[in-house]
């Protein structure tokens, strides 16, 4: 087990009423200090929620701009997916268009040989199922990553096949790796990334917040 930053929190799970409005959910996440003991940098929850989002983005956890600056893909990762999807800053940015709820809402740390850690455990299994019945309006939910790919679809096939045969998950779920650096070295290994899943994702987008 971890130690506590010094000045960080306690953890806790703030809990959620059942009755709770999206408003209060993302209030009582934002709250959450569960995983404090295991978070070098403390706790920190990021997101974006609004209940009447279109488009849900299922992401890693954030990084190190993000936890710094509170804004989710608040970086490089961040400008790279804006461009497979299509969407500028503003409208990325639109709660009531799109929301990020990432399967770690904490920084997680580094690993002993570079690279984030993963999300944290404990995060998705409690927060999702409380935050995902409080959208109302939800048409495309967009699986950014292998660990948001795996929990949410299950099974173990390779995430290039899994990205391969996007269509299969349509219209309700969009496989895609992470829009890391490492992902420029990936998509030359698969032409067919930029060639047929780009333009497949802008279109679903543009369905998805058209409708």
């Known amino acids: 087990m971890g130690v506590i930053p010094p000045g960080g929190a306690e953890p806790r799970d703030p809990g959620l009423a059942p009755g709770a409005s999206m408003a209060e959910a ?3 996440a934002s709250a959450c200090t569960l995983c404090a003991r295991h978070l070098p940098l403390g706790p920190r929850p990021i997101h974006q929620l609004h209940e009447r989002a279109r488009i849900l983005v299922t992401s890693q956890a954030p990084g190190t701009k993000a ?3 509170g804004i989710p893909f608040e970086d490089a990762s961040g400008e790279r997916l804006r461009d497979w999807l299509g969407m500028d800053r503003d ?3 639109d709660p009531t268009k799109l929301a990020i709820l990432p399967m770690g809402l904490c920084y ?3 690993l002993p040989r570079g690279g984030d850690c993963p999300p944290r455990p ?3 299994p409690l927060w999702h199922p409380r935050i995902l019945p409080r959208f109302t309006n939800l048409r495309l939910r967009l699986l950014v990553g292998a660990h948001a790919v795996r929990f949410v679809l299950g099974g173990r096939m390779p995430l290039a096949e899994r990205v ?6 349509l219209p309700a ?6 829009p ?3 992902t420029l070295v990936w998509a030359k290994r698969h032409p067919w990334f930029d060639a047929e899943v780009i333009p497949a994702l802008r279109r679903e987008v543009e369905r998805a917040l058209a409708e």
């Open 173 to 178: 779920h969009f496989p895609l790796p992470h």
């Open 26 to 28: 993302a209030a009582a």
């Open 180 to 182: 890391s650096w490492r």
């Open 91 to 93: 409208r990325f940015y």
């Open 108 to 110: 997680p740390g580094r």
């Open 122 to 124: 404990e995060c998705a």
């Open 67 to 69: 936890h710094l600056s």
């Open 164 to 169: 391969a045969r996007h269509a299969e998950t």
